[in-house]
């Protein structure tokens, strides 16, 4: 269920505890250095672009969030060190931290954070419409930041710890080199002069971080390994400390070289049938095209061939916990070829169709050509455009595709909502709904913490029927870590944030 009501003291004193005891018995002559394998690099360190995600990592290192999300999925005070909503959920009051300068000796101050959520929200990013139902932002004094909402948003405090809540020093907005000198309080500091943008981002300790008991490392590597046989490679090498597993095809190698597997059931993997209102391929403006689709996947087979049988089938989106979830809606779309080309014919398309969807090395070979496979079983061409890894989010969002397969996390449900199927959401390019659809997320928006799960279950209902989406599974996602390092899996997030990772102890 979505919850609202934040108790101000309780977070005050989480706030105290994160800072209040030693994270390490380390003697301080001893260097620690940790490297990460990322499947994805960065296109920019401009906060106003910043994804969460795979790409989380590559902030959170050197910028700090307003608030902190936990591994098991709560909000902490960080910046913020309380926070508190009013009675009906419209205005939220942020109190600042008075001890946090950025690397450059700016101070952080609340008209700061006011600068920086601003241009967050009107900066024109992927994400902008995190902050879509802020009507306003106040400083009233230097530790105390006032946002009021124009409605209420259940995903907000969520943001907060994400994207939205990214702080960067005033003087880098418009710097020349915005995109590849960050400028945050973060833990860590960007060595530009090391660093080689696309392939490896290499951070040094922060010497003057207000939150020392986090940084347990006194650099830290970013290394961009999107070819999954290079990951591999670079695990039973010894050449990264941990990294993020693009699939499951190689788990036994990884687990036989002394690298432990932490398992995530955090994504879906699938088809976004984008384009549901027919503007770049009337083809996908037709419910029972869209259906086809869905009973030309055979999910059990794509499940053992691309993940080795690692997750479950489904063809929901909402995430299995979620009170929208329904069992039985995963029954929806057995795999039914001839019930895909009757339905096809009946659209007019007895003589197939093309589709068009970008494809990526990091997603791997094996996935887009079954897909082409299966669809082209019954009757659809695809036709792939071969898209560099760091493009691919951008050409999906632009958007210049109607279809496009997709790993993508399985958020709470506002959040959800807000991140691929209200009109806004990033991941809904089109800007595609409908009166049904937009009912029905109004009346989640405004319900009552009961009324809120029975409302998002009738949405995902109807997302099925009309076939919004084709998600193949739940994928178990895996998190490679040799035996020096300790990882904490994040419940809603593909990687684990920098503060969970740690020398083993």
């Not at 590559?58 to 960080?78: K, N, S, W």
């Not at 029927?465 to 178990?476: G, L, N, S």
């Amino acid at each position: 269920m979505f919850r609202w009501k934040v108790a101000t003291a309780a977070l005050a004193a989480a706030a105290l505890a994160l800072v209040g005891c030693a994270a390490s018995e380390t003697p301080e002559s001893e260097s620690r250095e940790l490297v990460l394998g990322q499947i994805i690099s960065l296109t920019t360190f401009d906060t106003r672009q910043a994804e969460w995600g795979n790409r989380a990592l590559y902030y959170q290192t050197v910028f700090d969030t307003l608030l902190r999300g936990t591994a098991e999925g709560e909000l902490e005070p960080y910046l913020a060190s309380e926070f508190s909503y009013n009675d009906d959920n419209t205005v939220l009051t942020l109190t600042i931290r008075d001890d946090v300068t950025f690397s450059d000796g700016t101070e952080l101050t609340a008209d700061v954070v006011k600068a920086n959520l601003e241009r967050f929200r009107d900066g024109g990013g992927g994400f902008a419409s995190d902050l879509a139902n802020v009507a306003s932002i106040e400083a009233p004094d230097g530790t105390t930041v006032v946002l009021t909402l124009s409605a209420p948003d259940p995903a907000l405090l969520s943001y907060l710890s994400r994207e939205a809540g990214l702080m960067a020093s005033p003087a880098s907005f418009d710097a020349e080199d915005v995109d590849t000198n960050p400028v945050g309080s973060g833990p860590y500091v960007l060595d530009t002069a090391a660093t080689v943008t696309g392939t490896s981002y290499v951070y040094t300790k922060n010497e003057d971080y207000w939150n020392p008991d986090v940084q347990y490392y006194d650099k830290v590597t970013l290394s961009v390994l999107s070819d999954p046989t290079a990951a591999v490679n670079a695990i039973k090498a010894g050449e990264v400390d941990a990294a993020r597993l693009a699939d499951n095809n190689n788990n036994a190698e990884i687990e036989a070289s002394g690298f432990t597997i932490e398992p995530n059931e955090l994504d879906f993997q699938g088809l976004l049938l984008l384009d549901r209102g027919g503007e770049m391929d009337p083809a996908l403006g037709d419910v029972r095209v869209r259906q086809a689709i869905n009973y030309a996947i055979d999910r059990e087979g794509l499940l053992e061939a691309i993940q080795q049988g690692n997750g479950t089938v489904t063809t929901q989106v909402f995430r299995a916990n979620s009170p929208a979830y329904d069992p039985a809606l995963d029954e929806a779309y057995p795999y039914d070829p001839e019930k895909a080309k009757a339905l096809l014919a009946e659209a007019g398309h007895g003589d197939g169709l093309t589709i068009s969807m970008p494809s990526t090395v990091v997603l791997g070979a094996t996935s887009f050509a079954l897909i082409q496979q299966q669809l082209a079983e019954v009757g659809i061409t695809v036709q792939y455009t071969d898209t560099a890894p760091e493009n691919y989010i951008g050409d999906l969002i632009a958007p210049k595709y109607p279809s496009v397969f997709m790993s993508l996390e399985q958020n709470p449900d506002w959040q959800l909502i807000q991140f691929m199927i209200s009109r806004a959401a990033s991941f809904n390019p089109f800007g595609y709904g409908d009166e049904t659809s937009d009912q029905l997320i109004s009346d989640i928006q405004y319900a009552d913490e009961s009324g809120q799960g029975e409302k998002a279950a009738q949405l995902n209902a109807y997302l099925v029927e009309q076939a919004w989406f084709a998600p193949f599974y739940r994928v178990t996602s895996g998190y490679a870590v040799n035996g020096e390092t300790d990882v904490t899996i994040m419940s809603t997030n593909a990687v684990p944030a920098i503060y969970d990772i740690r020398p083993a102890s």
